[in-house]
């Protein structure tokens, strides 16, 4: 039983990672004595103490138990419904789970069977893999990470947003620094795609309006291009996140460009790094633990209309399942995780699930990437979608993105 929840504090849940031998000693002790523990509980039960004067009538317990739960996994994985949900190892605490795979290259011959998929997708579980994202260079998008934060204290404080460094001018994207102290330990570097901030034709575009603020980069030095390569991504994921919006269109039987004018000319769309520093010592007190495991970024769902996330070859993402369990997608190199968020679920009446999902510490530094693909500021995001593609249901209002998630964060959220 115990098993799984060490794994996920240890480098054993992570490949090829550099420092996996780093000072994490205090932690390991904890995750000895934890494992110790959990042995402990599991020698006193009767079942499996082989002392027990009755151990024949325990094995024959043990042998039926066995049987039945054989009989069980073989009868779901062989329903067609359920095979997404096939588990690879089951736990009692975290099931580790492949995602329903949703392959662009193989919707280029057969559109209307991906499209059936990524719908069915995002009706149950609202996360899929997507594969075949052409164009990005992952060693190289790791080395954007590691550049990036293993750039002097100095570099990434001047990139700093307001909130942290008053100075400074941009508000929205930029760096945000690991808090000591807080729970959720992660820096951050953000940026949007660079709409022209004098255009006299629009009025979406002014100052003031932090959503379409010039974004700030580091100085580079020629050896790595690392503003051109991101850059060059945000496109290649905004398309890709386009094209599965196609699908999705195409799926629901509505016209397969119906939610492309959301997006049109200015999303306002932030692309992330990320990095998660392991704690040197023991997590702070105020650590948050859940079902025994640290949590680095609390269970959330997202707010924006879509992710694309790519997790390297890092475990830690955990995803709460309709059964009302965290199951651990498996790492899939090479592929995004998409899920997404409140305003497309919404928008949909929540027959798009905006699924709720959490990031645990595995003790060792994690990089992730996610593509928060959204709206135009005007882009229209009002509810009953449905009724504006087919002309039939529930009336539609149009209501702005970039006001109503003004109006979310400063007075719903409060964040503002
Ligand atoms: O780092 C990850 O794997 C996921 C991060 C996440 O869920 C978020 O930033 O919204
Ligand atoms: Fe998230």
């Known amino acids: 039983m115990g098993s799984k929840k060490v794994r996920n504090y240890s480098n054993k849940g992570v490949k090829n990672i550099e420092n996996a031998d780093s000072s994490k000693t205090l932690k390991s002790q904890q995750m000895k004595k934890q494992r110790q523990d959990n042995y402990t509980k599991i020698d006193k039960s009767p079942v499996t103490n082989p002392d027990s004067s009755n151990s024949s009538v325990h094995k024959t317990f043990l042998f039926v138990v ?7 996994t073989a009868v779901i994985l062989t329903n067609d419904n359920l095979k997404h ?27 209307q069977a991906v499209a059936a998929q990524v719908v069915d997708a995002l009706e149950n579980i609202g996360f899929l893999y997507v594969d075949n994202i052409h164009g990005i260079d992952f060693d190289k998008l790791m080395e954007c990470c590691k550049w990036f934060f293993g750039q002097p204290k100095e570099v990434k404080e001047s990139l700093m947003r307001k909130h942290w460094k008053p100075e400074n001018q941009n508000v929205y994207r930029g760096y945000f620094p690991v808090v000591e102290g807080d729970p959720s330990r992660k820096e951050g570097f953000e940026f949007g795609r660079d709409i022209d901030p004098n255009d006299p034709n629009d009025p979406t575009v002014q100052t ?32 890709a996140s ?35 520093p392991p704690w040197n010592d023991a997590p702070p007190a105020n650590a948050k633990i859940e079902d025994g495991k640290i949590i680095t970024t609390p269970e959330h769902s997202d707010s924006n209309f879509l992710t694309m996330l790519y997790t ?16 651990a997608p498996e790492p899939r190199p090479g592929s995004f995780v998409m899920n997404i968020g409140d305003v497309f679920s919404r928008m949909m009446g929540g027959r798009f ?8 510490d595995i003790g060792v530094d994690r990089y992730s990437v996610p593509f928060f693909f959204e709206p135009s500021y005007d882009g229209d995001i009002g509810v009953n979608f449905m009724s504006l593609a087919t002309g039939q249901g529930p ?11 003004i109006q979310q964060v400063k007075y719903i959220k409060k964040v503002l």
């Open 66 to 72: 066995l049987a039945l739960l054989v009989a069980t």
């Open 85 to 111: 949900f096939m588990i690879s190892e089951i736990s009692e605490e975290t099931a580790e789970f492949r995602l329903p795979i949703i392959d662009l290259d193989k919707a280029k011959v057969d559109q």
């Open 208 to 239: 003031g309006n932090w959503f379409y603020e010039p974004s700030v980069w580091p100085k580079e030095n020629g050896s790595f291009p690392f503003k051109e390569l991101l850059q060059n991504y945000y496109e290649i994921l905004h398309n």
């Open 242 to 276: 386009l094209d599965v919006l196609r699908l999705a269109a195409v799926g629901l039987g509505i016209d397969e460009h119906s939610f492309d004018p959301i997006f049109a000319d200015r999303p306002v769309t932030t692309f992330r790094l990320m990095h998660y």
């Open 312 to 327: 390297f070859h890092y475990t830690g993402l955990e995803v709460l399942t309709a059964d009302g369990k965290w199951s």
């Open 353 to 360: 699930k905006a699924t709720r999902h959490r990031v645990l």
């Open 395 to 405: 009336e539609h209002k149009v209501e702005k993105y970039g006001p109503w998630m």
